[in-house]
């Protein structure tokens, strides 16, 4: 049995298919996890996955080299994350985009309500559309994405009933061409404002849109400063704002648990209510953007955040409910295990919610 790195603690992450510097979700999961190295001095390295075969070798890697924690990232690395936290509990797990019920001691679920997220940015592309057709260029339909897509739809649907959302789903997140090809394809149907949420693929499908002058909307960290440059990419002025998730500072705060000794097994997650989720910066965007449409969107994440909007969509499969309604504030949205029916929960004691720590 592997055991705890002696001294100084070691931690390593592992990515879902893609690369540290992918402007989205590997390269968020990374800066959060290396700004808690730096902060507490811990050794740490990390491995690219190169295709799915590799999540178990690339965690067990670390592993025999006695890392001490080990971060995984994204859905598709559920079951080796938990396979290999049960054959080694003395090394501590944290995953982005899984839960566990029942949970497993050793291992912290980082999960996101990417359906409020991704309703902002329907609310957004709503509010924004000339002709009253919007799209949306995502991932594979793992949960997450699905939350994305079905918030964005239900988002658009909140604000502009009789506008029309054109989607699809690509089964990699992996490739900007086809991203590219989609947004042109639903730009062709009438689309003036593109939502990209699937990695680099998402980011194909936003740059491409956004240099043939469409409204954008990028997804996870803030694509101004990845997929835009920072402003010098042609198209910078399009991109309205990013459906953000903070990826970063779950990861940090896992690694800092592990770090000061206060780590513990459940899941954590990142909403409204946390300041977990939103829309980044407008940018160049800004005075583009009504301040009618802004207020707008500053109701809606009050609400979220109040739990006294459900956006219709579940919040652990991503499937759709039914339209977004207003509701008390009393309600409970429950965090099923991603492969049960059996409900886990924000308000269940043993799954408890952990404050997100913005450090």
Same mark, same amino acid.
């Given at each position: 049995m592997a055991k705890p790195a002696e001294g100084k603690l =070691?931690?390593?992450?592992?990515?879902? #298919?893609? =690369?540290?510097?992918?402007?989205?979700f590997n390269q968020y999961? !990374?800066?959060?996890?290396?700004? &808690?190295? =730096?902060?507490?001095?811990l050794e740490s390295a990390f491995i690219e996955t190169m295709q799915p075969t590799d999540y178990e070798k690339n965690v067990k890697?670390?592993?025999?080299?006695?890392?001490?924690?080990?971060?995984? #990232?994204?859905?598709?690395m559920g079951e080796t994350t938990k396979k290999m936290a049960e054959a080694y509990p003395n090394v501590k797990f944290a995953i982005v985009d899984y839960a566990y019920d029942p949970v497993i001691p050793n291992v912290q679920g980082l999960v996101f309500r990417e359906d409020q997220s991704g309703f902002l940015a329907g609310a957004l592309a709503g509010q924004m559309t000339k002709s009253k057709v919007v799209g949306i260029v995502a991932g594979m339909a793992i949960p997450a994405v699905k939350k994305?897509?079905?918030?964005?739809?239900?988002? #658009?649907? !909140?604000?502009?009933?009789?506008?029309?959302?054109?989607?699809?789903?690509?089964?990699s997140f992996t490739d900007?061409?086809?991203?590219? $090809? &989609? &947004?042109?394809?639903?730009? $062709?149907?009438?689309?003036? %404002?593109?939502?990209?949420?699937?990695g680099p693929t998402g980011s194909g499908a936003i740059l491409g849109a956004?240099?043939?002058? %469409?409204?954008v909307?990028? #997804?996870?960290?803030?694509? !101004?400063y990845t997929t835009f440059k920072g402003g010098k990419?042609?198209?910078a002025d399009k991109l309205l704002s990013c459906a953000g998730k903070r990826v970063d500072v779950a990861v940090y705060n896992a690694v800092k648990a592990a770090a000061t000794g206060t780590f513990k097994g459940g899941t954590v997650v990142f909403d409204a209510a946390s300041n977990g989720i939103g829309l980044t910066p407008f940018h160049d965007a800004e005075k583009a953007i009504p301040d009618a449409a802004k207020a707008k969107l500053e109701e809606i994440f009050k609400l979220m955040a109040e739990g006294k909007l459900d956006t219709g969509v579940d919040p652990a499969t991503g499937d759709k409910i039914g339209p977004a309604k207003v509701v008390s504030s009393e309600t409970s949205f429950l965090i099923p295990d991603q492969n049960a029916s059996a409900s886990a929960a924000f308000n269940r004691p043993a799954l408890g919610r952990i404050a997100v720590d913005w450090g």
């Open positions: =070691k931690i390593g992450l592992v990515t879902d #298919v893609g =690369k540290v510097n992918d402007g989205t999961a !990374y800066e959060g996890f290396m700004r &808690a190295a =730096k902060e507490f001095g890697q670390f592993i025999d080299e006695g890392y001490g924690m080990i971060v995984t #990232v994204g859905f598709m994305f897509r079905n918030g964005y739809e239900n988002g #658009v649907a !909140y604000v502009c009933p009789d506008c029309k959302v054109i989607g699809v789903y690509i089964d900007p061409a086809r991203g590219k $090809a &989609a &947004a042109e394809s639903q730009i $062709a149907e009438g689309a003036d %404002v593109i939502f990209g949420a699937g956004a240099q043939q002058g %469409v409204w909307i990028g #997804v996870d960290q803030d694509e !101004y990419e042609k198209g």
